[in-house]
């Protein structure tokens, strides 16, 4: 069973960064595509960028591309989403996911973290 725990996340001004972590216990990821998603209030869980197993393939949403890099260190087991020029509509609940298969689709993945808070605010 792969648990996913995410941290990392808190309240940041507009325009600020933030390095969000996404650890595995119990298991590896090595033979894990991680997506990260988020879900802002009264909307729908969104992908926001995802990485291959073997970390030389990632993909972004169009409201995070240049702002967000996905990043793997299997050595740690870790897998982080930097996030820079952070924006009020960044706010959400992040999560991340692993899947056998890579993109950001919701239904590709299997194992869910609970989720940290990113605030983006004055």
């Known amino acids: 069973q792969l648990r996913l725990v995410e941290s990392g996340g808190g309240l940041v001004q507009p325009g600020g960064s933030l390095r969000l972590s996404c650890a595995a216990s119990e298991s590896t990821l090595d033979n894990y595509a991680i997506g990260w998603f988020r879900r802002a209030p009264g909307k729908a869980r969104e992908g926001v960028a995802c990485?291959?197993?073997?970390?030389?393939?990632?993909n972004y949403a169009d409201s995070v591309k240049g702002r967000f890099t996905v990043s793997r260190d299997d050595a740690k087991n870790t897998v982080y989403l930097q996030m820079n020029s952070l924006k009020p509509e960044d706010t959400a609940v992040y999560y991340c996911a692993a899947s056998r298969f890579f993109g950001r689709a919701v239904n590709l993945y299997d194992y869910w973290g609970q989720g940290t808070q990113v605030t983006v605010s004055l």
């Open positions: 990485i291959n197993h073997l970390g030389d393939m990632t």
